[in-house]
């Protein structure tokens, strides 16, 4: 079973561009979650799927980051416009379940790494 | 004060030694709690779910503890290979939202 994928794997912009991030969950997974690790941080949530709908985007840091899911399969994470602060690991999860059902365990992809200078 | 706080380490153990980790969330209403251990530069991965009754996996023992909101994870027989950083998680109530802790370095020494 394929696990989580992301892309790309490293990204090198400058403040003012875009960047749209792509994770692709696991096969037969409606639970999506996008998280963030700046350094020296510790991992933050910010926002969690279930299939094409947000059910919680509390931790999404402005209007500048915006997350879709079309479709219910992979999920994108467009910075627009990308800021200094944005720097950091994004990863991806996914889950089968969600909520506090069991089956709720997350597999996390290998992260996007984002430098913005 | 943090929602989820765990030892600030590192752990610096010789092999075979027996290691413990805390953690505590401030959440009386949280339901599911998880362990995670991630290495330098790579993604986190799922060590074991932590359930009311506590569970064990081979080395690994989890604990839960509501009264105290407490967590905690007991290695035994430290390999070189337990040298991480590990990761007490914690679902938000309601299950959505998932809260780290800033994590435990530990460091099993030959």
């Known amino acids: 079973e394929a696990g989580v994928t992301q892309f790309p794997s490293h990204s090198v912009i400058e403040k003012g561009q875009t960047v749209t991030l792509r994770c692709d969950p696991i096969s037969g997974h409606d639970n999506l979650y996008w998280y963030r690790r700046v350094m020296g941080k510790e991992i933050k949530f910010l926002l969690h799927?279930?299939?094409?709908?947000?059910?919680?985007e509390s931790g999404m840091p402005n209007n500048r980051f915006l997350a879709e899911r079309t479709g219910g399969t992979y999920s994108t994470l467009k910075v627009q416009p990308a800021e200094l602060e944005d720097s950091g690991v994004y990863f991806c999860?996914?889950?089968?379940?969600?909520?506090?059902?069991?089956?709720?365990?997350?597999?996390f992809g290998p992260g996007t790494r984002l430098t913005v200078l | 004060r943090k929602e989820v706080e765990q030892d600030p380490g590192p752990f610096n153990v010789p092999e075979g030694a027996t290691v413990a980790f805390n953690c505590t969330y401030s959440?009386?209403?949280?339901?599911?709690f998880f362990w995670y251990r991630q290495d330098c530069r790579k993604e986190p991965k799922l060590l074991m779910s932590v359930y009311s009754s506590g569970n064990e996996d081979g080395r690994f023992t989890a604990q839960l503890n509501r009264a105290s909101q407490y967590i905690s994870l007991l290695i035994r027989d430290s390999k070189l290979s337990d040298s991480a950083t590990y990761l007490c998680?914690?679902?938000?109530?309601?299950?959505?939202?998932?809260?780290f802790g800033a994590g435990t370095r530990l460091f099993v020494k030959a």
């Open positions: 999860a996914s889950s089968r379940l969600g909520g506090t059902q069991v089956g709720n365990e997350q597999f």
């Open positions: 959440n009386s209403a949280s339901q599911s």
């Open positions: 998680v914690v679902n938000h109530p309601g299950g959505f939202k998932t809260i």
């Open positions: 799927f279930v299939k094409e709908s947000k059910q919680d």
